[in-house]
């Protein structure tokens, strides 16, 4: 019965088409809402633009202990420019496979975090309980996640599940980003005069030699490895006969755990004292010690489906955790869901039915788990 209902239900999510932009997930939002509310949930919602509508849900309070906090997104990215082979909002199936945009990344999940409170409905009383986090806008930026920490919604949490792609794999974080542009003014003149001007693009392109040769002077992480930068983009100048005013570069840096972020930002900026930095995305990295305690019961947990002792591995995206950490300071953190990463953002995305089942139990003994019950 359960089975069928864990891809019955991630069939009813794919067909919100919450592709974002431009997002649109009230409709998603209210529909799981109203469930969490039927199975007797406090639910509050929280809109931080017109429809980008996040779901915060709680059941079973206690003095002693914080509850559980189990977190999804419900937008997803679009379909991109490739022609899908089935249809990216009815979740066809083909043997194992549930297919649909958003099927791995991240809907399934979203329907076992569902299905695993629904078995708990009437057993929370008394106990640390759960907190059900759906959040609008997490593709491109973690948007409805960063205005939902800066409410008073989210309450506390003592752990934290992060329902993203990982094959059932429980990971023990992922590394930090800050993003930002480089901007460089110049002088423009005519191109025959260029001694008349100040050339922006010249500035830019010095300061793309030192980024690129950016040292983080930061030990390797024992899971992580190294911080990386990469210049995603580069603009600059009108015309080819006159002397660019104008450049701009486009820099994502991945931190990993122990780096200061607003040092680092300061080292940029002295680095590059030409430029002016506009930060847009600044999000530390998320990380739990393997050994921690409750990482070990989950690791435990996962082990007779991932049919081994799960390694320290941690994943190569971000997530809503990042933002969502900012108010539940030092709970850990474990990011495990039902998709395939590797399906995520792709054409044709799909999930194992066989792994979105899986998770449900998994979940279904992390709650338990957490709540004694
Ligand atoms: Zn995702």
Redesign the pocket.
Known sequence: MSDADAVALTRSLLGFETVNPPGRERDCARYAGAMLQEWGFQVDYHEYADSRTSVVARLGASQKKAPLCLTG?LDIVPLGARPWTKDPFRGETDGDRLYGRGSS??KAGVAAILLACRAFSKKLNNTPGIVVVLTAA??GGCIGSRHLAQTRLLGKAGAMVVG?PTSNYPLVGHKGSVKFYAAFKGVGAHGSMPELGVNAIYKAAKALDKLEHFDFQTKKHPVMGRPTLNVGTIEGGNTVNAVPDAARIGVDIRTVPGMNHEVLIEKIKTMLPDAELEIFSDLPPVWTAPDEDWMQRVFEICRPYVGEAPAARTAPYMTDAANLLKVYAGAPTVVLGPGEAAM?HQTDEYCSMQRLRQSVEIYEKIIADWCRV
């Open positions: 997104h990344d991240m997490e593709e993203e995520a």
